[in-house]
């Protein structure tokens, strides 16, 4: 917790008024903590009670007397007249105790965040204060009272010694912190006079049960670990139904969530594993726990419940009846419900009305039939994000680059168990390294057996032979995919009938292991995937190769009707798994193929093919392409050459088409560029532009020559070419720039026209809109509305690594622009939504950190800083660039926030000379506190 003066400062009028106003709940806050420290130490201190807001601030009742305490915060030293009045009123207060009005010894305590000032000082030394007065601040805390807490300097030093105490009280499972903010709010309420009792007191007697108040009656649950990390979309433990399912494997995280979650829930909540407990047994043997639990102090009621001769189900309507007239809801969370057989759990069910439950099971037959009878959904946990797993993995002394974080969220479906079990593997066998673990978790070779592979082995295990088949054949698919899909992927591969693919698909859905996501799609559970994998590999030859087929199929039919990039990376694998390198190579001309680039799979089947007697000399140039195309696209020159001359070797031996030719040419013609060999590029271009048999040739050809150009710094040139193209490009959809103003991509597939290759000319479209923002902002002539066009029609395409590449330009451009509030918007808006919704995580710490980056330069210090925190997790699997990136950007935006932080200073102070007093108080010269 930070005083006002090192947090950003809001926009408000007076920022006086504002400190004014922070000061005088500073100082509540301060003395409810400090109450809160009187209550943990009253047991101990044998205190009878404590009363808030009396006479004075606090008063302690003993055996002995009582203790007035008067609090004090300040911002200063105490002066001997800030505590003039409270003194007039002590010796009112002693003179009742004197005359037997008020029991005991009185004993009075002045505690102050602040030293005395010199004048105090020298009046306690000169001992004139009277002798029960005691003066207490944090550089002078007396051992005379064992009852008080120590004056703090500071919340944040209240907030941690009241936390180190309530660590120690034996009411486990209410986090300490958690149990200090709820002491501090009764305290208010206290204060205020306004509780059921209208009273100011709380009874040392009391205290136990007030504790157990709080913890809501947890003593059951599991204890959560001492740090959670919440799933992604986690449920509130609350819910307007009655009956809840959360469903998940050994692993999930379904216990750790229900009682974390029960540790802030306001409600009563108990916990009950059912275990091994026979079905018939479990209304009885629940009724007692939580009759003797929730109904103990009503022995009347009790009585009522455990009547002689009353059945199991007979004692648990009476005490819910109990819980309805005491207007109590209690909500209890059933362990391992799956156990219980479904006719016993839905009699518990229907014998209630105010019991609220909460379900945790794992996948088995139980919870179909449940979810059919009594008319209920499960609820799965999503498993923690990629941050999470980062985060959990570093703490455990492991590390990653995002792609291997990211492989093992996949691998382990994000399930808390698996992550923390496989980075123990990591850590144990591949020295920390992830990503080594993922390589060989891929090829199915990791040596070491990890928890949650003996676990889903058993669950595995348990289905029937053709569940364990189907489920085998589904987990090809690492995307979702359609009921259709699922059934033609079934019916082909098995060989069944469609009916009967139903079916499969009902039984597999029935085993939670599959998952079902956005428009009613369905996919494996990944943490399944990998066993469903491993069985493939024993099943028949022909089923595999069935299933393939059926897949790829299913693939390129729904490419034509839906550009999803994340399915052309599938078929290509798929591709590649049918060794099919023909139609591998055709698919490198495809746009969606250069816009997804080439992974190091398709890069190595591609060189495969080179040295494959079978290839025909056509395919074989087209394999060179598109590993030419690669190694220019991430800087790999050393075998360019070596490539263009088996190319060109290729031309003159073979009477290939124009665009073979074209290909070669332009990949020759930026190679060219890049070395800045201007000379080669107009031989080059003057040579084969005169045969250009088309306009849509002469497009891509002008705007490969309008690369070199930029390249070759000829902006002027360069600027005139990508207008040519650009315009061709509006003609052919029917449209001008200024059709587009204003429009999302949404409207603008409503006002285009739509040509045959019309995602071919959208791409070919927005890749010049880049191109001509880019050279235009290289020639001095920014025009960010090009680059806004462009993200619109890489979006219409799906093109979403292209469209994150000119957002982070165009949020560039905005911050040379001084126009941070847009560079942020841009980033929130368009660039990180594409990244986390298309999966970029190649990407992911770059744009995470040029966004922090951009929060600091719009004021936001504090986001900008706990951005770059939650990004350290990724920093080990960095390269020495990326990292040194990295570290300059947080040096960058600690820089932005001390400059932003002494600007604040200035204006909520205005002008002070650097040798007067601060005028936060503290008593030093302004150049040695705000000033410095």
Known sequence: MQESYNKNVPDVLDTAQLTRIESVHRGFLYQHLYTVGCLLLAQEAEVESIMVELDEDIELVTEQGRIYVQVKTRSKPIIPSEISGALERFKDLRKEHDEGRRKGKASFVFVANQSPSIQLQKVINDKKLPPDVVFICPQSNSDKFSVLPPAWESLTDAVAWCISLAEKLNFSLLSPESLIWKLAGLAQLAATGNTAEKQHVFHTKDLPTLFEQLIVQLQDFPSPPVYYWPQKHEPPLISDERVRIICGLSGAGKTTWAAQSAQHCLQLCAYYDTGDIPGPALASTLVRELAAKFAK????????????????FEALRAFDSFLGQQEATLILVLDNAHRIPVDNLRDILNATQNLRFVLLCQPHDNVRELEAIMGLQRKTLFGWDIDTVAKAVDELGGYATAQGYEQLRIY????????????KVAISEYEGNVDTLCAELQQQENSVETPQEVILSRVYQGFEKLVQDSLALFSLADVGLSRDEVSELLVNSLKVSTKGAATILKKMRATGTVEIFGNQMLKVHDAV?????????????????NALLALKELLVVSLHKNRDTSRFALLTQIYIKLNDIKTLIDLSGEELFYEMGINVDILASLERALTADTLKPLDKFWALDGIAFYEIKVGKPEKLIQRFEAMEALLVEHEFGYGEQTAYVMKRILFSAENGDAHEVKRLVEKFSTNIPNADHERIFDYNHAIALWRLKKYKKADSLCLKVIEGYYDLLGISSQDVIGKNSDVLWTVIDRPENVHEYLKHLADALELYATNREAWGRPTPFARIHSMKFYNMVGAGDSMVRVGQDLADQFVSMKDFTGAREVMEQHVLPVVNKV?????????????????????????????????????????????????????YISHISDVGSRS????????????????????LKYKKCHGA
């Open 412 to 423: 382990t479906g994000g399930l808390p168990l698996y992550v923390q079990s496989a980075a």
């Open 529 to 545: 995937r990998a066993l469903g994998l491993q069985h493939l590999e024993l099943m028949e030859t022909e089923v595999k190769n």
């Open 839 to 891: 999966g970029l995580v190649g990407k992911l710490v770059q744009v995470r950190s040029q966004y922090a980056v951009i929060l600091a330069l719009d004021g936001q210090h504090e986001d900008a800083i706990a951005e770059m925190r939650r990004l350290e997790p990724y920093f080990e699997g960095l390269t020495g660039d990326q990292r040194q990136e990295f570290e300059e950007q947080s040096k």
């Open 904 to 923: 604040t200073t200035k204006q909520l102070f205005g002008k002070v000379g650097r040798n007067e007093e601060c005028p936060c108080g503290s008593g």
């Open 297 to 312: 102090p009503n022995r009347d009621e009790l009585r009522k419940i455990f009547l002689p001769g009353v059945s199991g």
